[in-house]
């Protein structure tokens, strides 16, 4: 049996991680096995690389450098983390993906949205996501909402200009255009609870779609 990719993805605080810990706490309590995990990260070669692109003196970073490193990273994090569970029927909600580097290397730094998704293509032989839902904020207040964040360290990425997060959601709101079938737009400024609601009822359709949750 082959489990559920589900990837979240939007700009900078809009709101994927306090959904990924719900929805994974939720979903366990309804008997579904949930992997959850993070790009660029969640295994030891990944975290490394993580602590490489983010690091805040490393302003020189050329921007193919930063393509290839996230993609080395998502490389290494699928065959050693997330196929496996896959394997083993598992959800996998991954905190990013592909569409970050399309949205952000891609379109924002400005390499081109098709010559990042090749890289990328290399890198994923084909593992795309089965449902990506895109947290859509205005970046000015996602930016807010990490600065008020204290347990949040403040990354290179965080530090670019207003600009780039402008063009960052940008990025995004053309790849809803390029993936109308992958991926679903939810408005990510709305109260927590209100969201949550939201994107339970997306996953539960998804589940219920792969026959992996049976509901009422
Ligand atoms: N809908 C919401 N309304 C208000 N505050 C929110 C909402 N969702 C999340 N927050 C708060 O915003 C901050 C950032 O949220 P979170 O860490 O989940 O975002 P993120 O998308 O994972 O950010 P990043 O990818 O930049 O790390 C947290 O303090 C969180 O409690
Ligand atoms: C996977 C991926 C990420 N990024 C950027 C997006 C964020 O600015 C950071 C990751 O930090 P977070 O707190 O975990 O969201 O990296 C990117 O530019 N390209 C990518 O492929």
Redesign the pocket.
Known sequence: MSGLFITLEGP?GAGKTTMIEKLAADLSLDGVKVLST???GGIDIAEKIRTI??DKKHTMMDSRTEALL?AAARRQHLTEKVLPALQEGKVVLC???ID??LA??GYARGLGIDEVYTINKFAIQGAMPDATLYFDIDPEIGLKRIAENAGREV?R??LEKAEFHHKVREGYHLLLQKFPDRIISIDAAAPIDSVYQKVRKIIDGQLIQAGMLNKG
């Open positions: 900078e993070r790009e660029p692109i983010l996230y905190d990013r993906f970050s580097s952000y290397q990354n990425l965080d």
